[in-house]
């Protein structure tokens, strides 16, 4: 979350039961959604820890005002930099227990934040309205002391047909519902609305969903795919931490991982792709991030583990593994430039499409060549060990490398220190390739380099080569702890082609040649041209003008809008968007892609169908001719009431090369990337070679 993930750098906040060793907070709640308003009676029990004398403070929204338990604090310093506005209120001198009231208005009204197309994110600090509570750790809606953990009971009075939903395990206390956690966390969420309950009861888990709407059928594909993804990382991980999870539809689009139970928007409940792609990746969390926390000094691990362990591992299970890691480096590639770079050490929350790069993709990859070179056996058992010995405790990279080390018996602490603290990403280069052939064998010569600026990284390298009579390629792995490595390699048989890394098993800053024109280059780059059509109607050219203002102040040094009648040739040096079939630089753009697009009576052929351009919206991609890292899209949009569904929804597909939709949602009805043929990285040592498609050995996947 953005709220959080600022918060939790600001501010330890801490849970404690005193039996526990915890800060305890015995909260009750009154919600009045039509008034904004709330009233809490908050019963706090100090740790045992915190020193008998000791003048303790906390922290509270300023718009609460306190009537009992603590006096206004003469030292308002320090308090800048915070979602909200708050104030310190003193503790008691010497107190362990103590009761605190207070009241006020939270009305922090939705925002979109972050300026980069694929990473922008609805949220508010903090919002009691009648169409639902949102409040979390950055809302300062409880006193929040600056302790590890904390433990809580929250009792919580709400109109009547409303439920509240917060972490732990629900009680029932005569008419009302108390939520009770007794495992430390990090923070305190409290979520209501009137919604409809759906439960199934698992072996030591209650799956739950909580919809605005009655929606049985959707409800029970929810609870149905909680239990089979909890079974499944509960045998790759451990025991699930808590008691339950639940899903929550919020009354804004959202996509939130909280301590047992997420918080989804609306709309993103019911996209049918959900449950089985964010879905399980929300579920993960409940392990990395809200079962052991992050120590966000050393830097965010949890969302790189998350995505490698979900998102990734359930493409593996589908056999496209391959195909999510070069989409990895595809984003790195597009979206990570020398203004945008940082380390993974550096990296803390999601704040545009770069530091998801980064943080998310360049994170995953770091585990994931762990795994290549533990092996699988040892990376589980590192992940189950580490997951043992930090339940509920903040770990950070130090701790992983602890783990990895003690279970592999290897020193790891060069290879951590260069995928975290280093910014950039090795690039590869093959020279001179030759064969030779002996008496019963093969030997490849040549060279891999490495060309990016900077000292040399130590690497795995996987070469695959292609060889005559075997259906399978031939893998090796060539150490390389220098910038260039000569090879010379015997092999069983003559070599036909060498492909380097070609299942993206490194993470490098991939050569544009190796993936496909996609959308991200267009959402990547730093400056852009939107072309409009002269030609088309008035109608036609306000909807386009709509478009480029919309997009106009997403790049960073902006972008220029101009008409193609004003244009004697398209620039090379930005990313450029053609907006219409009328525009003149139509033809061109169709010259220049990797398949046949042809306009036919004001329709568009491609893919051996016919789209009618008043049904439909298209966009397709090409590299611009004067460089392959700037991008070139033609963007078809004649239906206006599509441009706004389609300007939320096209960044989420910028690893496409081209898109359809269809109607005024608009839906997306084909999608696709255009084929790779020159990668730089695939060397043929003969031309009759490039016919041949390699076949790569079957790898079996992490979770089955």
């Given at each position: 979350m953005l709220f959080v993930g600022v918060f939790l750098t600001c501010l330890s906040t801490s849970i404690s039961a005193s039996e526990t060793g915890f800060l305890h907070h015995d909260i009750t709640a009154t919600i009045l959604p039509d008034k904004h308003r709330l009233e809490v009676t908050d019963n706090i029990t100090l740790a045992p820890k915190a020193q008998k004398n000791q003048r303790r403070?906390?922290?509270?929204?300023?718009?609460?005002?306190?009537?009992?338990?603590?006096?206004?604090?003469?030292?308002?310093?320090?308090?800048?930099?915070?979602?909200?506005?708050?104030?310190?209120?003193?503790?008691?001198?010497?107190?362990?227990?103590?009761?605190?009231?207070?009241?006020?208005?939270?009305?922090d009204q939705v925002t979109t934040f972050g300026n980069e197309f694929t990473a922008?994110?609805?949220?508010?600090?903090?919002?009691?309205?009648?169409?639902?509570?949102?409040?979390?750790?950055?809302?300062?809606w409880y006193p929040a002391l600056a302790d590890e953990f904390v433990t809580f009971s929250l009792d919580i009075d709400l109109p009547q047909g409303w439920q509240g939903v917060s972490q732990g395990a629900r009680k029932k206390s005569g008419n009302r519902t108390v939520w009770v956690e007794d495992k430390p966390q990090q923070e305190i969420y409290l979520i209501a609305a009137p919604f409809v309950e759906y439960n199934k009861a698992l072996d030591d888990v209650e799956a739950m969903v909580f919809l605005?709407?009655?929606?049985?059928?959707?409800?029970?594909?929810?609870?149905?795919?909680?239990?089979q993804y909890i079974d499944m990382y509960q045998t790759l991980i451990g025991p699930y931490p808590y008691q339950k999870f639940a899903l929550v539809e919020n009354f804004w689009e959202t996509g939130f991982?909280?301590?047992?139970?997420?918080?989804?928007?609306?709309?993103?409940?019911?996209?049918?792709?959900?449950?089985?792609?964010?879905?399980?990746?929300?579920?993960?969390?409940?392990?990395?991030?809200?079962?052991?926390?992050?120590?966000?000094?050393?830097?965010?691990?949890?969302?790189g583990l998350t995505s490698y362990l979900a998102d990734?591992?359930?493409?593996?299970?589908?056999?496209?593994?391959?195909?999510?890691?070069?989409?990895?480096?595809?984003?790195?590639?597009?979206?990570?430039?020398?203004?945008?770079?940082?380390?993974?050490?550096?990296?803390?929350?999601?704040?545009?499409?770069?530091?998801?790069?980064?943080?998310?993709?360049?994170?995953?990859?770091?585990?994931?060549?762990?795994r290549q070179k533990l092996g699988d056996e040892l990376f589980?058992?590192?992940?189950?060990?580490?997951?043992?010995?930090?339940?509920?405790?903040?770990?950070?990279?130090?701790?992983?490398?602890?783990?990895?080390?003690?279970?592999?018996?290897?020193?790891?602490?060069?290879?951590?220190?260069?995928?975290?603290?280093?910014?950039?990403?090795?690039?590869?280069?093959?020279?001179?390739?030759?064969?030779?052939?002996?008496?019963?064998?093969?030997?490849?010569?040549?060279?891999?380099?490495?060309?990016?600026?900077?000292?040399?990284?130590?690497?795995?390298?996987?070469?695959?080569?292609?060889?005559?009579?075997?259906?399978?390629?031939?893998?090796?792995?060539?150490?390389m702890n220098e910038a260039k490595q000569d090879l010379s390699i015997k092999l069983p048989a003559k070599p036909l082609r060498l492909d380097v890394d070609p299942e993206y098993d490194l993470f490098r800053r991939v050569d544009q040649g190796e993936i496909p024109a996609a959308l991200s280059l267009l959402f990547g780059a730093e400056k852009a041209l939107i072309v409009l059509p002269a030609s088309a109607?008035?109608?036609?050219?306000?909807?386009?003008?709509?478009?480029?203002?919309?997009?106009?102040?997403?790049?960073?040094?902006?972008?220029?809008?101009?008409?193609?009648?004003?244009?004697?040739?398209?620039?090379?040096?930005?990313?450029?968007?053609?907006?219409?079939?009328?525009?003149?630089f139509a033809a061109e753009f169709m010259q220049s892609t990797a398949s046949e697009i042809r306009l036919d009576s004001g329709d568009i052929e491609f893919n051996q169908q016919s789209f009618q351009t008043t049904e439909h919206t298209l966009v397709f991609t090409a590299r611009n001719p004067g460089t392959a890292r700037q991008g070139v899209a033609w963007l078809v949009a004649e239906r206006q009431a599509a441009i706004p569904g389609l300007l939320r929804k096209l960044p989420h597909y910028s690893k496409y090369s081209y898109l359809v939709f269809e109607g005024d949602a608009p839906q997306n009805v084909l999608k696709g990337q255009w084929l790779v043929t020159d990668s730089p990285l695939s060397v043929m040592f003969d031309e009759s070679a490039a016919a041949i498609k390699p076949q790569f050995p079957k790898r079996p996947a992490l979770l089955q």
């Amino acid at each position: 979350m953005l709220f959080v993930g600022v918060f939790l750098t600001c501010l330890s906040t801490s849970i404690s039961a005193s039996e526990t060793g915890f800060l305890h907070h015995d909260i009750t709640a009154t919600i009045l959604p039509d008034k904004h308003r709330l009233e809490v009676t908050d019963n706090i029990t100090l740790a045992p820890k915190a020193q008998k004398n000791q003048r303790r403070s906390f922290l509270l929204n300023a718009n609460l005002h306190v009537t009992e338990g603590a006096q206004l604090s003469a030292d308002q310093s320090g308090l800048k930099g915070l979602p909200v506005p708050v104030r310190r209120y003193e503790l008691p001198e010497g107190a362990r227990q103590l009761i605190v009231k207070y009241s006020g208005e939270i009305i922090d009204q939705v925002t979109t934040f972050g300026n980069e197309f694929t990473a922008t994110v609805d949220d508010s600090a903090g919002l009691i309205s009648d169409e639902g509570v949102y409040l979390t750790p950055a809302t300062f809606w409880y006193p929040a002391l600056a302790d590890e953990f904390v433990t809580f009971s929250l009792d919580i009075d709400l109109p009547q047909g409303w439920q509240g939903v917060s972490q732990g395990a629900r009680k029932k206390s005569g008419n009302r519902t108390v939520w009770v956690e007794d495992k430390p966390q990090q923070e305190i969420y409290l979520i209501a609305a009137p919604f409809v309950e759906y439960n199934k009861a698992l072996d030591d888990v209650e799956a739950m969903v909580f919809l605005r709407q009655p929606d049985p059928r959707l409800a029970q594909t929810y609870l149905d795919i909680t239990a089979q993804y909890i079974d499944m990382y509960q045998t790759l991980i451990g025991p699930y931490p808590y008691q339950k999870f639940a899903l929550v539809e919020n009354f804004w689009e959202t996509g939130f991982g909280m301590p047992s139970f997420t918080l989804l928007g609306p709309e993103v409940i019911r996209l049918p792709f959900i449950p089985y792609t964010s879905y399980p990746h929300e579920i993960l969390h409940n392990w990395w991030g809200n079962g052991v926390y992050v120590d966000f000094q050393q830097g965010n691990w949890s969302e790189g583990l998350t995505s490698y362990l979900a998102d990734h591992s359930l493409k593996e299970m589908r056999g496209a593994g391959a195909e999510y890691r070069r989409s990895v480096l595809q984003n790195y590639a597009n979206f990570v430039n020398d203004n945008k770079e940082f380390s993974l050490a550096a990296f803390r929350s999601r704040h545009g499409s770069s530091s998801q790069a980064i943080g998310y993709g360049k994170g995953m990859m770091l585990f994931h060549m762990l795994r290549q070179k533990l092996g699988d056996e040892l990376f589980v058992k590192a992940l189950q060990q580490f997951y043992q010995n930090n339940k509920f405790k903040v770990a950070g990279y130090d701790d992983w490398l602890k783990v990895f080390e003690q279970v592999s018996g290897q020193q790891l602490d060069t290879y951590f220190e260069q995928w975290l603290m280093r910014t950039g990403a090795p690039m590869l280069e093959v020279l001179e390739l030759s064969r030779e052939q002996q008496k019963d064998s093969w030997i490849s010569h040549g060279v891999i380099k490495q060309t990016q600026a900077g000292k040399a990284y130590r690497l795995s390298v996987p070469l695959f080569f292609t060889l005559e009579g075997h259906e399978q390629a031939y893998r090796v792995i060539v150490e390389m702890n220098e910038a260039k490595q000569d090879l010379s390699i015997k092999l069983p048989a003559k070599p036909l082609r060498l492909d380097v890394d070609p299942e993206y098993d490194l993470f490098r800053r991939v050569d544009q040649g190796e993936i496909p024109a996609a959308l991200s280059l267009l959402f990547g780059a730093e400056k852009a041209l939107i072309v409009l059509p002269a030609s088309a109607n008035e109608t036609l050219r306000q909807s386009y003008q709509q478009i480029g203002e919309y997009w106009r102040q997403a790049y960073p040094a902006g972008a220029e809008i101009a008409l193609d009648s004003d244009l004697k040739q398209l620039p090379k040096d930005r990313a450029i968007w053609l907006l219409g079939k009328e525009n003149r630089f139509a033809a061109e753009f169709m010259q220049s892609t990797a398949s046949e697009i042809r306009l036919d009576s004001g329709d568009i052929e491609f893919n051996q169908q016919s789209f009618q351009t008043t049904e439909h919206t298209l966009v397709f991609t090409a590299r611009n001719p004067g460089t392959a890292r700037q991008g070139v899209a033609w963007l078809v949009a004649e239906r206006q009431a599509a441009i706004p569904g389609l300007l939320r929804k096209l960044p989420h597909y910028s690893k496409y090369s081209y898109l359809v939709f269809e109607g005024d949602a608009p839906q997306n009805v084909l999608k696709g990337q255009w084929l790779v043929t020159d990668s730089p990285l695939s060397v043929m040592f003969d031309e009759s070679a490039a016919a041949i498609k390699p076949q790569f050995p079957k790898r079996p996947a992490l979770l089955q």
